[in-house]
């Protein structure tokens, strides 16, 4: 469960370093945890709502949980602070956490799976 929890986080910090430094041409601290913030409390509040611990690697009940609540409510708190929820962010945003959170479930279920069959 804690490996599970480190791979999201990695994700949802990755993906927000990739879109800051997109937009500023800067990796400075202070812009990318300012960017970052919204979607790792996101994340944090997706794990508590989604029960996560009970299946940490369902991609669907679990995986999808994540992403919807982290992409949702990350926009929220963006929007709350006065930062950007561009239509594009948000198809962005919410495209590339869906190939990252709910991805790499996807192929550690298939792999937890195949090497439970040998």
Do not use: C, Q
């Given at each position: 469960?804690?490996?599970?929890?480190?791979?999201?986080?990695?994700?949802?910090?990755?993906?927000?370093?990739?879109?800051?430094y997109?937009?500023?041409?800067?990796?400075?601290?202070?812009?990318?945890?300012?960017?970052?913030?919204?979607?790792?409390?996101?994340?944090?509040?997706a794990?508590?709502?989604?029960?996560?611990?009970?299946?940490?690697?369902?991609?669907?009940?679990?995986?999808?949980?994540?992403?919807?609540?982290?992409?949702?409510?990350?926009?929220?708190?963006?929007?709350?602070?006065?930062?950007?929820?561009?239509?594009?962010?948000?198809?962005v945003?919410?495209?590339?956490?869906?190939?990252?959170?709910?991805?790499?479930?996807?192929?550690?279920?298939?792999?937890?799976?195949?090497?439970?069959?040998?």
């Amino acid at each position: 469960m804690f490996l599970a929890l480190v791979i999201d986080l990695v994700l949802v910090v990755l993906f927000t370093v990739v879109g800051h430094y997109t937009h500023a041409h800067s990796l400075d601290l202070e812009g990318i945890v300012s960017t970052a913030w919204p979607f790792v409390t996101a994340l944090v509040a997706a794990w508590i709502l989604a029960a996560v611990w009970d299946r940490p690697l369902s991609p669907l009940k679990t995986g999808t949980a994540v992403w919807a609540i982290t992409v949702l409510l990350g926009m929220v708190i963006r929007a709350v602070t006065g930062e950007g929820t561009a239509g594009a962010f948000i198809v962005v945003a919410a495209s590339l956490n869906l190939l990252t959170l709910v991805g790499w479930r996807v192929i550690a279920s298939a792999t937890t799976r195949r090497g439970s069959r040998r």
